[in-house]
């Protein structure tokens, strides 16, 4: 039974053997939502995590016997906050099975593995095992374990819970078209917000979107409400405290529309010159391409590619099948110290340039001009290209004012491989918003 209320939360298992739950306003809308992503994205303490187990247990009741998967950014945060609320649940609660640490397995009781009077059998004629497996953005791997029937992910905001690790989750999903709840506070732009939170506004009917504050939850002080929103900036009261999205502090592209500047793919005419901005590492090899449409001045990033741990032949072959039929104009990559680089990729067939300019401050500067004028573009399905251009971001001092230092330069490589192509261009005025800007190369 549950019942949205305003009294405290509490949990209770009545002596038939029924859960009874209090949820607030926001935790019911999330509970009788019928499709598929249900991302709760809400103010801190805002009972999020503690909504979770709920809703994943009444998943597993609905799909039955099999695999499932949960899942937080980090394992600090998955022994502090979810595990702890999971295994109340799982384990005090309805006494479901046992779990295993060092595997990171939660396995529901069979009649084989009953021990106590107490052992609870969710499924007693199946004829497979249950399990729910645990994992952290940390180990990617560790989301990919099992083809599973549910998920729940706890706190995918956070930066360490990278794209390639939520598209492992989606994986593990595809073939039960699993359902996904996401909890979490807001710590910034990124993937779920141009993957899930900016889809779900515009209507995708698999998402829904659900916010609400920390204060919804009447467990929630209304005194350390008010006195966070006296002290911190509005940009972050709003996301950690409301669970609304804000341009942060220190965002570097901040004049980039994440959802105007993202276009539909399209045929790109044949007489548009095309060019390719590359970023070098022995694991993180980035190509970048780009069309340039010679009538309105706008640049569109049509194709990405970020592999690594490949020779200098397989990348170069790569690039040329991707590039079939297709004007490149010039290609350009590294800074002014990476001629080795530039020379091993030529020498296996495929020219780069030296950039007119690999300087970062200036580069940036070259990009942020096209960003302003809304004349750089980008295929929605560049998506880890989109997820490094809204979170890339200057660091905050104590005070959260914004430093000259770049917030976790050295995982920024489709940023890099951007400025070092757009280093050759520049519109001609930033100020005016010319609607055709020329651009020069030289």
């Known amino acids: 039974m549950v019942q949205a209320t305003k009294v405290k939360p509490f949990r209770v298992i009545t002596p038939d053997g029924t859960l009874k739950v209090n949820f607030h306003p926001g935790q019911t809308r999330a509970w009788l939502s019928k499709k598929r992503y249900v991302a ?41 906050k979810l595990l702890p609320e999971f295994l109340y649940v799982f384990g005090d609660l309805f006494h479901y099975g046992t779990y295993n640490d060092n595997k990171k397995v939660f396995t529901f009781h069979t009649k084989k593995t009953v021990k106590k009077k107490t052992d609870y059998i969710l499924f007693p004629d199946a004829e497979m095992d249950t399990k729910v497996f645990i994992g952290s953005a940390q180990n990617p791997e ?62 995708d009917p698999d998402i829904d979107i659900i916010q609400f504050d920390s204060i919804e939850n009447p467990a929630f002080p209304l005194e350390e409400y008010q006195r966070m929103q006296r002290i911190m900036p509005d940009w972050k009261f709003q996301m950690f405290h409301r669970g609304r999205y804000s341009q942060p502090a220190g965002l570097i592209y901040d004049g980039f529309d994440s959802v ?69 104009a010039s290609r350009y990559g590294g800074s ?89 261009f520049r519109p001609v005025s930033v100020k005016t918003g010319d609607n055709s800007p020329k651009v020069y190369n030289y």
């Open 260 to 328: 105007n500047d993202v276009v539909e793919p399209f045929e790109i005419p044949a007489h548009w010159p095309r060019y390719v901005g590359h970023d070098f590492g022995p694991v993180n090899t980035v190509a970048l391409w780009k069309a340039y449409d010679t009538g309105t001045g706008t640049f569109y990033t049509y194709r990405e590619y970020g592999l690594g741990r490949l020779s200098t032949f397989d990348h170069v072959t790569n690039w040329i099948e991707l590039s079939k039929g297709e004007r490149i």
């Open 142 to 203: 560790s989301m990919e374990s099992a083809t599973v029937k549910a998920i729940w992910l706890d706190e995918p905001g956070q930066k360490q819970f990278k794209r390639e690790t939520w598209e492992a989750v989606q994986r593990r999903g595809l073939i039960n078209k699993a359902r996904i709840l996401f909890t979490t506070t807001l710590y910034g732009l990124g993937w779920l917000k141009t993957d899930i939170y900016d889809e779900g506004i515009k209507g």
């Open 336 to 424: 002014s110290t990476e001629d080795g680089w530039r020379g091993d990729f030529t020498q296996a067939g495929w020219k780069i340039e030296k950039p007119m300019d690999s300087g970062v401050e200036s580069g940036i500067t070259r990009v942020y001009s096209y960003d302003k004028l809304h004349k750089n573009k980008v295929f929605r399905t560049c998506k880890n290209y989109l997820a490094e251009k809204t979170t890339y971001s200057r660091e905050l001092d104590g005070n959260y004012n914004v430093t000259d230092k770049i917030e976790d330069k050295e995982i920024y490589h489709y940023m890099d491989a951007e400025r070092y192509m757009m280093a050759q």
């Open 40 to 80: 709760v994205l809400a103010g801190s303490q805002g009972g999020k995590t503690s909504f979770g187990p709920h809703w994943f247990d009444r998943e597993i009741r609905n799909c039955g016997p099999g695999d499932y998967l949960i899942g937080t950014s980090t394992f600090p945060l998955l022994d502090r």
